[in-house]
């Protein structure tokens, strides 16, 4: 190790090395950095010397790089370059940023899309996405806020209401052209604390419905295979929105599925810092949820 570093220079000289080459001035370089023209040139001595060649060709109305200078520089630039983001990034102040924690369905289908929202009405900070894929990750989690599915009372946590949920049939335009009565399409089912399928026909249809021909751990997985033409799906209207907005899907049925629990924004019962979380429900509480065209 000892020998592998005999070389390595001292940061400063390096910053200053890098400075003065920039702007191809050892007054300038001394301008940006604070330094006097003596304290720059002392560095750059320093720094040839450790190294054992000229980096600057020294001339009666400046500096210029040597070979050696130029070829050095561009390395330089990029390990400067990759020391300063690695420091931003591992090191940044906490305040700065904001974790927000919800399911993988939540943060593709509802959070990204209102990424810019977030964005907007607060600028200044780095916003962390992490994903729940077990209930337990929020126990264990340590994030500032996260969106959990519920009535809203959790021990220890402050809940602010986001949207409800509402279930309804929906399948491709293209799929529901190909019978006469989208119950007798192959359905999709998703795992999880929703309401389902058994539930859609006590409370809507006649008599039971067929069993699904595919179930799938998220409800975003199942959207994706309702858009492939896989099935009919028993979709969240807030969620599915925009598959809806864009014709992707049609709802097959005008009734739904109304549930109890809906989506909140938590936070630990510790007092907020400002007003922060009025701005996140600001940008993530839906402005309206589209209805849809009918089959």
């Known amino acids: 190790m000892a020998e592998s570093t005999a070389l390595l220079p001292s940061l400063e000289w390096v910053r200053v090395f890098e400075s003065a080459a920039r702007l191809g001035s050892f007054t300038a370089a001394a301008r940006e950095l604070g330094l006097t023209q003596a304290a720059v040139s002392q560095r750059i001595r320093h720094l040839e010397e450790r190294l054992g060649v000229s980096l600057f060709e020294r001339q009666a109305r400046g500096v210029t790089l040597s070979l050696q200078g130029e070829a050095w520089l561009p390395h330089v630039q990029q390990a400067l370059e990759r020391l300063t983001h690695s420091a931003e990034s591992l090191f940044a102040a906490p305040r700065t940023r904001l974790s927000l924690m919800a399911s993988v369905s939540l943060i593709e289908l509802w959070v990204v899309p209102r990424l810019v929202e977030l964005q907007a009405v607060l600028p200044r900070r780095q916003f962390i996405l992490a994903t729940m894929h077990r209930w337990p990750d929020y126990a264990q989690a340590e994030a500032d806020l996260d969106i959990r599915f519920g009535e809203g009372d ?96 049609w709802r097959t049925s005008p009734e739904t599925l109304p549930m109890a629990e809906g989506y909140w924004l938590t936070r630990r019962s510790a007092p907020p810092v400002g007003n922060e979380v009025e701005r996140v429900l600001s940008a993530l509480r839906p402005v309206e949820v589209i209805a849809g065209r009918g089959g």
């Open 154 to 249: 959790w021990p220890e946590r402050v809940s602010h209401r986001l949207f409800g949920e509402a279930l309804t049939p929906m399948a491709t335009p293209e799929l529901l052209a190909s019978v006469d009565d989208w119950r007798r399409l192959p359905r999709i089912a998703v795992a999880g604390p929703r309401l389902g399928w058994r539930e859609w026909d006590q409370r809507v249809e006649e008599s039971p419905g067929s069993m699904p021909v595919v179930r799938l751990d998220s409800l975003v997985q199942a959207l994706r295979a309702a858009e492939a033409g896989v099935g009919v799906l028993l979709g969240s209207l807030p969620l599915c929105q925009a598959a809806l907005e864009a014709g992707r899907l």
